[in-house]
Structures are given as C-alpha cells and as structure tokens.
C-alpha cells in the first residue's frame, strides 16, 4: 500500500474563517490534539501575519512529539525568516511558501510576468533551504494555471530543493477529472518529480474539495491537505475526516493513512466546540445525522443488517452505535426496538395497539424521545411513571 500524508492545516486555513480565531491554550490543545491523531502534518499558522502567530507557532514547534510542524509563507525573504525563527524549536519543522502562478495572479495580483514569477519561486525555496531540509512550495491558484506553465515552475522548484509540491486548487474552480489530470501531467512531466511529493489543497467552493483530492491521490499525489469539518477560507477545504474514511473503505489495500479513525467524531466535537462552528446536521462521516436513520423502511433493515444501509461502522469514528430516530416516518421494527430500550418488549398485539398511538403522537411534533415513549407506553400498559 502507498502511504498518504495527512497534511492537516486547521490552524492556518481553517483558522482563517470569521469567527474561528483560536487563542494560544486553544491552539495548543488543537495541536496536541492532532498530533495525537496521527496527522503527519500540522500546518501551525502563518508566522509573519501577527506576534500571536509567530509565538503560537513556536509554541506548537516545542510541544509536537511526532508530527512535522509547518509554517507558512509568502515568496518573500522576511516572511521565510520568520517562518524559520518560528519552527527553531520543531523537531522536523517544514516551512511552506510559494506564489501564485495562474494567469489571474500573475496579471491582477502581481502585475508581472511568467517568468519574473519563476524566478521569484525559485529564490524562495532556495532562501528556505538555507534553514530547513523540509521545503515545501504552494503554486497558488495551480487549478487554473496553464499545466505546461506550471510543470516548468515545479520542476525549477525541485531543482532548488524544493520536497514537497503543493498544487492548489485555490478557487475550487476544478472538476475531478481535471484536477486528477492536472497532477498525472505533473507527475509525467516534471523531470526530478521522485525527488519531490505532490500535494493536494482543495477548497470547496463547487462542493468538490474531497472529490478532486481523491482523484490527485489516484493520479500520483502522496499527500492530501486538509482540515477538521472542512473547515477552510469561503466554503471550506477538503475535510480531513471524509478523505480518511475513503481511503479506509474505499480504497482499502491501495493507499492508506496514519490518523486513528476511531478519534474522529471527538476530534470533530472538540474543534467545533472550540471554533464555535456548527457542524451541519448531515456531514458526512461527523455530522448527528451521519449514522441517523428516520425513514421505517431504512430503520427495519438497519435493525436487521446494519450493512443494508451503513456502509461504515458508527463505531469505526468514535460513535457507540446507530440512531433510529423515531418520526412519522418511522415503522412497526423501529418502534419495538426503541420501546425496548426504554423496558417495554412489546409483543405483536401489544406493538400494534402503541403503533397507532405512536403515529398519532408523531404526527403532532418533528420527533418521539425517549420521554415521550415511555409516558405513551406506561399509559398503554398500565405502568405507574
């Protein structure tokens, strides 16, 4: 199986959204967090944008035991010595920059040219190489970059030293099957690319960020960048959970990871919680609904085979079981199994006589809890409550 890296950048891309801004104690209990995980990346911040970066990043350099702890840049010399101040006390540090290399960027955000560009990515990996091993280079805005161009880019990149290659699809402008060509091209056209690791960094804006980092692994990537929750700038990253599980169940003896599955729905929990950001009700892998069966025709096969509509188990991600959430909705199977948890084994009449009753009750609110059962069961069967 090929190993992918699990480049983790909550702290620095997801940190990024309104509202999300974490203090030191917070950064460090994320980072801890993580590393315990297993990531094999904490992206810690972006060291040059404020004293609180610089000094969390440091904070979370002395503290990592077993991640590389990365820190970001722009392609200029004071951002990269600051990067590097940051991660001194890292044990495997990395620091990442690059510059951006679509025609938009080139044009409207530096007012330059392709080659005026080159050079500049160029010196900067060279700059960086002068104080970390671990150079990693972002060609920002790759997804809509002229492949050719960007070949040239990353393979000049390589030759200064650069070892990892993150290709980003910044806008989230790519369909899968293009951002997957994109890094086949690069991995058959950059001359020294064993040298190197590509990376994937996919934003969501078109509801694709895990497809198209799913389909750069599969064309030669090694590393997929990503946060908790999908979390992220705009509409979010690729999610860090559901590449995880893909890999897991879906890609099973081909490629697979380092992280510890079974901490994901904590992870999830305690980075929510500490960013103040929900996590919609129907995400997938972390959401409440992620393992939530309402419909009685999914509940009955459920009860029967968890496997008639789960692919994952709950249990795989830190959940203890399956929800059978009792609506309107709901059947005869689901009624008896949750009147059962609440110590009422109904027997055929009996189910049939509290049915009737149970739809009359679900009719008139969203969901029957465990309260609302045991009064309704306790008045059908003539148990004090």
Known sequence: MDKIQIFDTTLRDGEQVPGCKLNMAQKLKVAKALDDLGVDVIEAGFPISSPGDFAAVQAISKQTKNAVVCGLSRSVEKDID?????????????????????????????????????????AAVKYAKQYVEDVEFYAEDAGRTDNEYLARVCQAVVAAGATVLNIPDTTGYCLP???????????????????AILSTHCHNDLGLATANAIAGIENGARQIECTINGIGE????????????????RLKGVYATDVNTQMLNEMSRFVSDSMCMPVQPNKAIVGDNAFAHSSGIHQDGVIKNRENYEIID?????????????????????????????????????????????????????????????VMLSKLFSVSV
């Open 82 to 122: 600051s990067a590097a101040q940051a991660l001194q006390y890292a044990s495997r540090p990395r620091i990442h920059t690059g510059i951006g290399t679509s025609e938009t960027h080139i044009k409207y955000k530096f007012d330059s040219t392709q080659d005026a560009i080159l050079e500049r990515a160029v």
């Open 177 to 195: 099957h293009e951002y997957g060509e994109k890094i086949k091209y690069l991995y058959e056209n950059v001359e020294g690319i064993d040298k």
């Open 234 to 249: 705009r509409a979010g990253n690729t999610a860090l959970e559901e590449v995880v599980m893909i890999i897991k169940h």
């Open 314 to 374: 709950p249990r795989e991600v830190g959940i203890n079981q399956s929800s059978i959430i009792l609506t309107a909705r709901s059947g005869r199977a689901a009624l008896a199994y949750r009147a059962k948890e609440v110590g009422f084994d109904l027997f055929k009449d009996q189910l049939d006589i509290a049915y009737g009753e149970f739809i009359n009750l679900a009719d008139k609110q969203k969901e029957v809890n465990n309260d609302d059962l045991n």
